[in-house]
T-cell receptor
């Protein structure tokens, strides 16, 4: 699976949009971009994933550049409960016996939402 | 509530003890995972099971012994651990590792292990 690069930390004001960048310049054509977050002392929580097109769900939006070398997770109206470590992960779409589509987590971005 | 339950939530054990961590999922998934999260380190994948068959052992020492009796249950048996094994152990489940789209992982709350 391709590696990702994220800023180690960022602050965001409550009620504002939080834009979290991720670089994945070595991504392959069959790899998805996944985002998870981990609130302190809890297990990671799935947020959203995409392949080529932008995606939106009730939690966030995912914007993937046309060359797929980077993406941005957007939390439209950040709340204090969005304070967490956010992980950007790329994952092969069709697992083989040598690559069972496992998630490899990096260090992520520590997002702190302030009042 | 993610549908993945881990017990115990906290465990303190000596280096000569034998204990087990349990994970149960109620999501109808067929793949289950053990991850380790040490302080200030990224999550490390330990083991993967797909339809009860172990498909990944990420060079984990033999003092950690996984068991997957069925698709809903996963255990991690611990014996003669070291203090550096103290960490948060996370279990996850997902749809089977096959098909075109990899399913998302659902994680439990974790079992925090302290080895004295």
């Amino acid at each position: 699976d391709a590696k990702t690069t994220q800023p180690p930390s960022m602050d965001c004001a409550e009620g504002r949009a939080a834009n979290l960048p991720c670089n994945h310049s070595t991504i392959s054509g069959n790899e998805y971009v996944y985002w998870y977050r981990q609130i302190h002392s809890q297990g990671p929580q799935y947020i959203i994933h995409g392949l080529k097109n932008n995606e939106t769900n009730e939690m966030a939006s995912l914007i993937i550049t046309e060359d797929r070398k980077s993406s941005t997770l957007i939390l439209p109206h950040a709340t204090l409960r969005d304070t967490a470590v956010y992980y950007c992960i790329v994952r092969v779409a069709r697992p083989t016996t040598d690559s069972w589509g496992k998630l490899q987590f990096g260090a992520g971005t520590q997002v702190v939402v302030t009042p | 509530e993610t549908g993945v339950t881990q017990t115990p939530r906290h465990l303190v054990m000596g280096m000569t003890n034998k204990k087990s961590l349990k994970c149960e999922q109620h999501l109808g998934h067929n793949a289950m995972y053990w991850y380790k999260q040490s302080a200030k380190k990224p999550l490390e994948l330990m083991f993967v099971y797909n339809f009860k068959e172990q498909t990944e052992n990420n060079s984990v020492p033999s003092r950690f012994s996984p068991e997957c009796p069925n698709s809903s249950h996963l255990f991690l048996h611990l014996h003669t651990l070291q203090p550096e094994d103290s960490a948060l152990y996370l279990c996850a489940s997902s749809p089977p590792l096959s098909g075109e789209t990899p399913g998302e992982l659902f994680f439990g709350e974790g079992s925090r292990l302290t080895v004295l």
